[in-house]
């Protein structure tokens, strides 16, 4: 579904309103148009956009240097570049449909007009990425977030990188990419050593490189307050998060949760900071969780999200169910209606003997295979007839 910097063309399906799609069909195949989580539904981005991500974005729009680079960003030029270096599959209703339903679901809670590609891509397997303008948004995912959570962490993660394409990160997160490649975490300033750090060509870099690093921080509070809002689940972010953090939820299973807490607690914040500063385009997990319970805690925020949930859930893709038939399928099979079940008295251990063996027997001795303790069957006798004019 092309998209352009331009004004939208007139979408010969829709009319770029949506009219003539089907009920069931909540994206318009030609121009992307977004069916609205309700009728009349609208959602400022300022619910849940982070504070300090808008002072970030102000100062980064004041700096001369960026205004360039920002202008040649275009669907021409970025979108096709970056898009070019992911190998990835491109999702639709019939291209892994249950993370496209999701998918979906989270752009319409987030109050996206229109729908955002998704890949899902093995290249950087624990990776998450929102590029293009504000107009003509993308997103990645890798392949081991998409393996690893499931059901409403999937709607999570998804819902955070909605949340950066409806707060307008898309166009700076592709100008990262133009200005510092692969922006991953200890890619700053310091992330080759003091002695690169002094080099007048690196301070140089570093004049926009800080600046940008410092915003794409504050980006990610943004982004883990969309997803708080989407799910409304504050124990559920927190646990994505950590997981995603330590690149295992495997992992995160066998991780003291409360000495973990007594770590976060004990941080010495000014020097996280810091720390961040000279070499993380990310903040830290220990404050991003710290800042999510503070999020979880704001009126407004709530209020929207306990709002959405009932109806959220309502309408959730029927990818749930799906995911939950394995369990189901584990389930034992009914009993045959042709055996009689026979648990042992001596080791408990169940059995069955087949009725065809008792027919015409008054008594069978059986033999349990666990444990060869011998059982004697006898045939129930059967019930009395009952009196004449009896109702039973």
Known sequence: MPQSLQAPKKCTLCGNTGAGLK??????????????????????????????????????????ALHSIVRSVSDRVGRPWIESTYNGILLGPNQLPHIWQQAVLAARVLGLPTMPDVYVSGGQMWESYTFGSDTSSF????????????????????????????AGHALWKTVIRFLAGDTGVHSGILSQGILNAISPTKLIEGAIEMPLMAWSRQSEVTAD??????????????????????????????????????????SDDALTRISEMTTSSSMYTSRRLRLVGESAREPELMRWSQTIQPIRKRLAPAAQA??????????????????????CTKCQAAMRVPFAVLRGKTSL??????????LTLRPKPPAPPAPAGSDK
Not at 41 to 62: C, E, H, I, N, T
């Open 365 to 374: 001795n059986v033999r349990c295979p666990k444990c060869h303790n011998v």
């Open 225 to 266: 307050r969309a997803g708080l809002l989407a799910v409304g689940d504050e124990a559920l972010a927190r646990r994505v998060l950590l997981a995603w953090s330590i690149r295992s939820n495997r992992l995160l299973k066998q991780v003291n949760l409360d000495e973990w807490m007594k770590q976060e607690q004990a």
């Open 23 to 64: 009920p069931s069909e909540n994206v318009c195949p030609e121009c992307g148009w977004l069916r609205p989580f309700l009728p009349g539904y609208q959602l400022d981005r300022s619910v849940f956009l982070w504070k300090q991500d808008g002072q970030a974005m102000m100062r980064l729009q004041k700096l001369p």
């Open 322 to 343: 799906e995911q939950a038939k394995p369990a189901a399928a584990s389930a034992p099979p009914p009993a045959p209606a042709d055996s009689i079940r026979v648990i």
């Open 139 to 166: 997103i990645v995912m890798g392949t081991a977030i998409l393996t690893n959570f499931q059901n409403d962490e999937v709607f999570f993660l998804l819902a955070r990188e909605m949340g950066h394409c409806r």
